[in-house]
């Protein structure tokens, strides 16, 4: 049978990962892994399981992106993240979509494992990113964009019905850690666009985030991990509004004039 579907994989200090994500699309024509210049073995790790490494320095998820889907080389691409699994049924919906499309782009629903159960409610089910299943040439993703890439689609676009999984934090401190890295490429983002930070926008804007994942979209019925995914969200916007105001302000240093013997101890 002709070769139909290339699968790509972002990484970056992805070791403890990678290798449950590529034998999940073992049954793909090829699987190509774009690392950003990895420190911990996951290039090895995605080498050694037979995935085609690719290096690009990273700049911006946009950029990314267009660079990994450049370097697949069949019809259809598949985009699965690091910390995402593609179940069988999945697979199977994949193989039966590609072999008689009806349209040219795919969204496909994620189910998301947190804090030991499965994440029905807070906005994460069935939780669609950008279209994952797409034919080769027909999506672009914009290069400016420093994370939550926007992107264009040259054609049809539809849903498919299986679930693929996702595990995006194996605990709060990987969260935390996320959190940390997402604010801040959010915060240039922002700045690119002109907009203004704040502290008090971003306490604002963090509060509404937090009521609308644990009192709209109903976060409350997914316990104890509802109401973390709550708070993250709140601290990842108000870090973001307000590392955007303190790099405005430069409250980085203090002003030469204090720099003296009179300055407190």
Same mark, same amino acid.
Not at 29 to 51: P, Q, W
Not at 182 to 189: D, I, Q, V
Not at 246 to 251: G, M, P, V
């Given at each position: 049978?002709?070769?139909?579907?290339?699968?790509?994989i972002?990484?970056?200090?992805? !070791? &403890?990962?990678?290798?449950?994500?590529i034998?999940?699309?073992?049954?793909?024509?090829?699987?190509?892994v774009?690392?950003?210049?990895?420190?911990?073995?996951?290039?090895?790790?995605?080498?050694?399981?037979?995935?085609?490494?690719?290096?690009?320095?990273?700049?911006?998820?946009?950029?990314?992106?267009?660079?990994?889907?450049? !370097?697949?080389?069949?019809p259809w691409?598949?985009?699965?993240?690091a @910390?995402?699994?593609?179940?069988?049924?999945?697979? &199977?919906?994949?193989?039966?979509?590609?072999?008689?499309?009806? !349209?040219?782009?795919?969204?496909?629903?994620?189910?998301?494992?947190?804090? =030991?159960?499965?994440?029905?409610?807070?906005?994460?089910?069935?939780?669609y990113?950008?279209?994952?299943?797409f034919?080769? =040439?027909?999506?672009?993703?914009?290069?400016?964009?420093?994370?939550?890439?926007?992107?264009?689609? @040259?054609?049809?676009?539809?849903?498919?019905?299986? @679930?693929?999984?996702?595990?995006?934090?194996?605990?709060?401190?990987?969260?935390?850690?996320?959190?940390?890295?997402?604010?801040?490429? =959010?915060?240039?983002?922002?700045?690119?666009?002109?907009?203004?930070?704040?502290?008090?926008?971003?306490?604002?804007? +963090?509060?509404?985030?937090? $009521?609308r994942?644990?009192?709209?979209?109903?976060?409350?019925?997914? +316990?104890?991990?509802g $109401?973390?995914?709550?708070?993250?969200?709140f601290?990842?916007?108000?870090?973001?509004?307000a590392?955007?105001?303190?790099?405005?302000?430069?409250?980085?240093?203090?002003?030469?004039?204090?720099? @003296?013997?009179?300055?407190?101890?």
């Amino acid at each position: 049978m002709k070769p139909l579907i290339s699968v790509y994989i972002m990484t970056y200090n992805e !070791a &403890d990962k990678i290798a449950d994500a590529i034998a999940s699309v073992a049954w793909a024509d090829e699987v190509v892994v774009a690392d950003s210049f990895s420190e911990d073995g996951t290039a090895e790790i995605a080498t050694k399981m037979g995935a085609r490494v690719v290096d690009i320095p990273f700049k911006t998820f946009g950029q990314i992106r267009n660079a990994a889907i450049a !370097a697949c080389q069949h019809p259809w691409v598949f985009s699965l993240d690091a @910390d995402e699994r593609c179940t069988a049924a999945a697979r &199977d919906e994949i193989l039966s979509t590609v072999t008689n499309p009806q !349209a040219d782009a795919y969204f496909v629903p994620r189910k998301n494992w947190f804090l =030991g159960r499965w994440v029905m409610h807070c906005g994460w089910y069935p939780d669609y990113r950008q279209p994952q299943l797409f034919r080769h =040439g027909c999506m672009h993703f914009n290069e400016a964009d420093e994370v939550h890439e926007g992107y264009t689609i @040259d054609g049809d676009i539809a849903y498919l019905q299986q @679930d693929i999984i996702q595990i995006p934090f194996k605990d709060i401190e990987q969260m935390v850690h996320k959190m940390q890295r997402y604010s801040t490429l =959010g915060a240039e983002k922002l700045a690119r666009q002109g907009k203004q930070g704040g502290f008090w926008k971003g306490l604002s804007h +963090g509060l509404w985030g937090f $009521f609308r994942l644990y009192i709209l979209k109903r976060g409350f019925l997914d +316990g104890a991990a509802g $109401f973390v995914i709550a708070v993250g969200n709140f601290e990842g916007t108000f870090y973001r509004y307000a590392k955007l105001a303190a790099r405005n302000k430069q409250l980085s240093i203090p002003p030469e004039s204090t720099w @003296d013997d009179s300055s407190p101890k």
